[in-house]
């Protein structure tokens, strides 16, 4: 699979959630990199190298996809060609 079989597109939502968290926590621009990266060349983990989680009971629009980076969570669908990144936060005790 080449590098660039999927384009990453990411929400309004998920650029607010961005630029809020990117103050207080500076690797999460490497971190937002390294996931375009990964899911721009694996967003169903077929390599199975990566610490992507496809979610049980979530429909589409909601992130049926996590890609897990360090303390980072990323929250993803995959549509067709385009991934489209829905949701970018910490993980915390309460997040579940």
Same mark, same amino acid.
């Given at each position: 699979?080449?590098?660039? $079989? ?7 939502? &998920?650029?607010?959630?961005?630029? %809020?968290? $990117?103050? %207080? ?5 490497? #971190?937002? /990199? /390294? =996931?375009? =990266?990964?899911?721009? $060349?694996?967003?169903?983990? %077929?390599? !199975? !190298?990566? =610490?992507? %989680?496809?979610? /049980?009971? @979530?429909? =589409?629009? +909601?992130? +049926?996809?996590?890609? #897990?980076?360090?303390?980072?969570? &990323?929250?993803?669908?995959? /549509?067709? *060609?385009? @991934? @489209? ?5 910490? #993980?915390?005790?309460? *997040?579940?």
């Amino acid at each position: 699979m080449e590098a660039s $079989a999927y384009s990453v597109l990411t929400t309004s939502h &998920f650029d607010r959630l961005m630029k %809020k968290l $990117a103050p %207080k926590h500076p690797e999460l621009v490497d #971190r937002f /990199e /390294e =996931a375009v =990266a990964i899911l721009s $060349a694996d967003p169903y983990n %077929k390599s !199975r !190298r990566h =610490a992507i %989680k496809k979610l /049980e009971a @979530v429909p =589409a629009g +909601q992130g +049926q996809y996590r890609l #897990r980076s360090g303390r980072l969570r &990323f929250r993803y669908d995959i /549509e067709g *060609t385009d @991934v @489209v990144l829905l949701h970018c936060g910490l #993980r915390r005790e309460d *997040t579940y």
